[in-house]
């Protein structure tokens, strides 16, 4: 029996309607860029898998890393006790991180970093004696699936069922580059009428929306009025962060700095899961008292386990090299070469492209969830190569060690199946 068979038996797959797509595709193998099925066939994760292996899959130095933490610490519960993994990760992600980060909150995944964050903003502001329980986001946000992170998402297509019991929101566009001014007035309304604990947002990339880009300027004059109003920032980094955009994070591009900052994903290089909620000494400070209830009372067991602290560390020698540097521009500037080469198609409506980051929209509504969209994934799976549309959009997020043939292979899978479907 094969593995695809005897998944059916038990499994339950996220994001799945398994009532018309029953089979899910068996990996046996994954090494650079390439995944390998229980079948022998190949294919280039050109997501870099959920954008977590951002530096290829199974990296033999992050792998090396984890091995030798694994034989000396693998486990010790965080309430209590301290060990050196957590604490070198700490000060080496305090270096890179945006100025005016100072504390360091582990987590398991991006969902419970979001959900941290969020926790944070709220208590900040009852532990100071203010009532303050409204958010603000973005429209066509995403920010996980707990019920906070999903409080604050602008997706229905995941939200739906749970409406009826998430927190209060507020939300606005994105800044284009000619609507903040409006969008500051609508922030003025909000702040004069409601309690604001905090904003939320995807700095410069909105990820699950179809990977759409706003204008950094705008966002930065969304920052300065909120911290003018005193409303906390959090920037959820959980997708742009550790080099995707071009820059270590997307924060890096806006002069105003978040409070809170939200990570995971490429946080370990997809090698095992962690997640961290970073935060000024300001927010910090808020908790702390000759009172226990104003303490923190958040916690996950697996909370900077020693072997995920060592791959986040490893992760971050890595993204900090002269090599990586490198490869993210030279994927940038291939980027910028099939934007105009795609850009002419019939078929497309527009392109976008920031760091290893690139999207393309077809010039046709579909669901983001339909035919079109299972027809260009089996299209693309065919071709050995991994991609998975949102809607009518296509992306690209490759892991930085691809090769130019690799990357090349993309593109033009792409472009036949634009010329096919």
């Not at 900040?124 to 009532?131: I, L, M, R, T, V």
Request: net charge negative; proline share 4%.
């Amino acid at each position: 029996m094969t593995l695809k068979e005897r998944d059916k038996k038990h499994l339950w797959h996220p994001l799945k309607q398994h009532q018309t797509h029953p089979e899910s595709l068996a990996i046996v193998k994954a090494k650079g860029c390439i995944l390998t099925d229980e079948d022998g066939n190949e294919y280039i994760d050109a997501i870099s898998s959920w954008y977590t292996c951002m530096f290829g899959h199974c990296n033999h130095y992050i792998v090396d890393k984890v091995s030798q933490q694994m034989r000396q610490l693998d486990q010790i519960m965080f309430s209590d006790f301290t060990h050196e993994p957590a604490v070198k990760l700490s000060e080496e992600l305090i270096k890179i991180l945006p100025q005016g980060q100072a504390k360091i909150f582990f987590n398991d995944n991006g969902s419970t970093a979001v959900e941290a964050g969020i926790k944070m903003a709220l208590q900040y502001y009852y532990n100071k004696g203010e009532k303050r329980s409204t958010f603000i986001a973005f429209e066509n946000g995403f920010h996980g699936d707990t019920f906070g992170a999903m409080s604050v998402s602008g997706l229905s297509v995941y939200n739906g069922p749970f409406e009826d019991f998430l927190i209060d929101v507020k939300r606005i566009p994105t800044p284009d580059g000619t609507n903040h001014l409006s969008i500051l007035k609508q922030l003025e309304t909000y702040a004069k009428d409601f309690g604001i604990a905090g904003f939320i947002y995807e700095p410069l990339v909105q990820g699950a929306a179809g990977m759409k880009i706003h204008n950094a300027e705008g966002l930065n004059q969304i920052l300065k009025f909120c911290k003018d109003k005193h409303i906390l920032t959090i920037a959820d980094e959980v997708m742009t962060g550790f080099g995707k955009t071009g820059k270590n994070f997307a924060s890096d591009y806006i002069d105003t700095k978040p409070d809170i900052i939200c990570l995971s994903k490429a946080l370990t290089a997809g090698l095992v899961p962690m997640a961290i909620t970073s935060c000024t000494q300001d927010i910090y400070d808020a908790f702390l008292s000759n009172e226990m209830v104003k303490g923190f009372f958040h916690c996950h067991t697996y909370s900077a386990n020693p072997i995920a602290c060592s791959a986040a560390i490893a992760t971050i020698e890595l993204l900090t090299s002269k090599e990586i540097k490198h490869s993210i521009s030279r994927i940038s500037k291939m980027h910028q070469h099939f934007s105009e080469r795609i850009s002419k198609h019939p078929k497309v409506k527009s392109t976008r492209h920031i760091g290893v980051i690139f999207a393309l929209d077809l010039d046709i509504n579909v669901p983001r969830y339909g035919d079109l969209r299972d027809k260009l994934l089996k299209f693309f799976m065919d071709n050995g190569v991994f991609l998975r549309p949102l809607g009518n959009t296509i992306y690209i997020q490759p892991p930085y060690i691809i090769s130019e043939s690799e990357l090349e292979k993309v593109y033009h899978t792409i472009e036949t199946a634009l010329d096919t479907l």
